[in-house]
């Protein structure tokens, strides 16, 4: 018996009438949309135009056409809710999914991780094994060593049982087991998955960014699924280009809905997040000595990562980086000779394949990397006495002080950038302040600093120092609370920035006009350093 599942039979009057009038209340409700809205909506929906495209032609950011289209998505919710309900399906009433056959599915095989050189991406690539197509994913550099260590515990799973990771040993703990993994959704440039664990009876599924997955599943053993469909979408995907980020007050926007979000939104909304935190997230070098310093490491060593404290205080920088005063466009330099192999190369290079590669800097530049090693060549922890370090004004800023340091302050606020700049003595009172906030808040706003640095403070901290090998750190606390400093000062208020003038505690902090940190231009940055010094040199040396 044959079943017929479609015919091409014509449409019946009323059912001309129905598609008519949904015609025209969609119509109506795009009418009803902004223009800016309205076009979002129409390009992305009906013109197939990706978010990039959509940002070009109508030049905005593609943060802008992700919030419009959210904007639009929300208003024709609600504008069509009464179509759904009587002329469509009940909106409350679950579609169930279909079910998928082998043939709707690709199993898909972990073939490499990789590092792309120029950009610096970290990748996955995926492999279907039937067609020997492949799909390439995002991975941060954590999720990416993750991923190669899990490679080499899988295969000496057998020799090394015990080399478990914490969500192994979680699962383990639970009596579960990791079934499947299960890719079903792409949210911007990202594929999630779901997870199917089981645990006696029953079965569990949770929704995970796949590149975070894939280190437990290649532990496990467990196979990786992908809809054909989902795959087809993936290998287009631009992996290296440029990310927009959405800003915090779209993002708000949009949580405020979030319980009304659908499954897909709702995870491009978590990658918007994700996205938006990252910069401030991460622990990297900063200012251009650091940076330097990690580049001229690699260059020696071969690699940035664990270099023993030892191997370095063996180094004789002079001899390695031999540099020249050097004048370059008139401006005094240091010029840096490049060694031409790392030092972990077993194979000395034929004097036909020796290279000599010079680099110039500023002579300040220098100077801070080579005081970033002058502590290294301490072998002994230091003495209490050497470790308590005076403060150089117990009874509060003699008044020629006072007034030097308001100077330098006004100075400093000068750039419009800046909103308001003060220093904090040892004891964390505020002793000098110029800006646009008024003295009241500036005291709110210091006593949240306060509240927040006495869970920060050690009492063993320069022991602590030595065994780290008195070398500069850079430091995310787990106790900051910016959001709760924050709401000491007024809306049009940025980010904020503090900086150590002495070692008995004397603190510079700046408020920043309505930016972050990462948004101020490198004029903004030289004069934050100019001020930091010139303060420094003050509280110093203050005949």
């Known amino acids: ?41 129409i390009g992305f ?75 610096q991406h970290y990748v996955a690539v995926l492999r279907d094994p039937h067609t020997e197509r492949a799909i390439a994913i995002r991975l941060t550099p954590s999720e990416a060593d993750t991923l190669v260590v899990a490679f080499g515990a899988h295969a000496n799973k057998d020799e090394w049982p015990f080399l478990q990771d914490l969500s192994q040993r979680l699962l383990e703990s ?40 894939l280190a437990l599943a290649t532990r496990v053993g467990v196979p990786l699924f992908i809809t054909r469909s989902l795959f087809e979408s ?87 980086f031999p540099t020249r005063e050097v004048t370059w466009d008139e401006q005094p330099m240091i010029a840096i000779r490049i060694p031409n192999q790392a ?4 194979q000395v290079p034929r004097p036909d394949q020796q290279e000599t590669a010079w680099m110039l800097v500023r002579p300040e530049i220098w100077q801070r990397i080579t005081r ?42 000068e750039e419009p950038d800046l909103r308001t700049a003060l220093l904090r003595n040892p004891e964390g009172s505020v002793v000098a302040w110029k800006g646009a906030d008024t003295q009241d808040t500036v005291q709110r706003f210091n006593n949240a600093v306060l509240n927040t640095r006495s869970k920060e403070r050690l009492a063993n901290q320069g022991d602590l120092d030595h065994h780290l090998g008195d070398q500069p750190q850079k430091v995310v606390s787990g106790f900051g609370d910016k959001k709760a400093i924050r709401q000491h000062l007024p809306k049009e208020a940025g980010g904020l920035m503090g900086a150590g003038l002495h070692r008995s ?8 006009a309505g930016k972050n940190a990462r948004d101020l231009k490198e004029e903004t940055h030289q004069r934050l350093h100019q001020a930091r010094q010139e303060l420094a040199d003050i509280l110093n040396k203050p005949v």
Not at 251 to 263: F, T
């Open 174 to 213: 639970l009596d579960a087991q990791l079934q499947r993994v299960m890719i079903n959704a792409l949210a911007g440039q990202n594929l999630y998955a779901t997870l199917t664990i089981a645990q006696g009876a029953q079965t569990r599924e949770t929704d995970i960014r796949l590149s975070e997955s």
């Open 343 to 346: 030092a972990s190369s077993r």
């Open 372 to 413: 970033m090693l002058q502590h290294l060549h301490r072998s002994e922890p230091a003495e209490e006495s050497e470790r308590t370090v005076t403060n150089p004004f117990p009874d509060g800023l003699p008044p020629e002080i006072q007034q030097r340091v308001e100077e330098r302050l006004s100075w400093l606020i």
């Open 1 to 41: 018996m044959t079943q017929v599942v479609w015919t091409d039979a014509p449409a019946t009057l009323e059912e001309y009438q129905m598609e008519r009038e949904i015609h025209e209340t969609i119509l109506q409700a795009l009418h009803d949309l902004s223009s800016v809205n309205r076009q979002a909506v």
């Open 505 to 512: 505690g004397w603190e510079m902090m700046v408020i920043f």
């Open 234 to 320: 993936a290998a287009t995907l631009d992996l290296v280009a440029q990310t927009n980020e959405s800003s915090w007050p779209e993002l708000e926007a949009r949580r405020n809905d979030a319980q009304k979000l659908g499954r897909e939104e709702r995870l491009l909304l978590e990658e918007d997040v994700r996205g938006a935190m990252a910069p401030n997230g991460r622990i990297r070098q900063s200012r251009f000595a650091e940076r330097l310093w990690a580049w001229l490491l690699e260059s020696l060593t071969g690699t940035q990562d664990d270099i023993p404290i030892a191997k370095l205080r063996a180094l004789d920088i002079a001899t390695i």
């Open 45 to 119: 929906y009906l013109h197939g135009y990706s978010y990039e495209e959509l940002a070009q032609l109508l030049d905005v950011p593609v943060s802008t056409v992700k919030g419009r289209l959210f904007q639009g998505r929300k208003l024709l919710k609600m504008l069509l809710r009464p179509l759904a309900e009587t002329l469509l399906q009940p909106l409350g009433k679950q579609r169930k999914e279909q079910n998928m056959t082998t043939s709707d599915l690709v199993e898909l095989q972990i073939h490499s991780v990789r590092l792309l050189l120029l950009t």
